[in-house]
Each structure stands twice: as structure tokens, then as C-alpha cells.
């Protein structure tokens, strides 16, 4: 399945955002991937400019799983509130 196919509906958006978690995202990614579900699913992550490793982490992790994770990075520091709804909105389009 490739995300956007017509011929498949989705059930569930998992949105995650993050700002420098360098030390922890990659666990949370993995949390959500490793989750065995009866549904199809895919997780948008909205990376607020982190400053640190977390944008890179986030990259990898989406070469891996190209048809169930999205990344989209701010291209400055929104704050936390408006990088969630952000992030929300991707996961609509």
C-alpha cells in the first residue's frame, strides 16, 4: 500500500510531533511501527527545527517504513502548538 492510493481507505492517522528528543524519538517511532494492528495506519511526524539529531533519526526512520511514516519539518520554531496543528493537517491531506 502506498499512502494517497485510492483504491485503499485509511483507518487511522498516528501523529507524533517532536523539537530536539534526539534521546527519544527513534523509541517512540519504533513503539508505533511495532504495533500489530488489524487496520491500516500511518504515522506523521512534524519536527519543530530541531537543532539536533532529531530530523536526521526521523529520515532514516521513514527510509525504512516509506508507506507508513510521513515526516514534514517546520522551516523555523513554531512553538509546540501550532507544529501540532500543523502536523494535524498533514495528516488530512
Known amino acids: 500500500m502506498k499512502y494517497g ?3 485503499e481507505q485509511l483507518t487511522v492517522a498516528i501523529y ?3 523539537y530536539n528528543h534526539e534521546s527519544y524519538i527513534g523509541e517512540a517511532i519504533q513503539s508505533v511501527v ?6 491500516r495506519f500511518i504515522l ?9 539529531n532529531t530530523w536526521k533519526i526521523c529520515q532514516t526512520w521513514q527510509k525504512k517504513h516509506p508507506e507508513q511514516i510521513i515526516i514534514q519539518r517546520q522551516s523555523k ?12 493537517q498533514k495528516c488530512l491531506s
Open 16 to 18: 507524533m510531533i517532536t
Open 34 to 39: 511495532n504495533q500489530k494492528f488489524n487496520f
Open 44 to 52: 506523521v511526524i512534524g519536527d519543530d527545527h530541531s537543532t539536533d
Open 77 to 88: 520554531n513554531v512553538g509546540p502548538q501550532k507544529n501540532a496543528i500543523l502536523t494535524y
Open 5 to 7: 492510493d485510492p483504491s
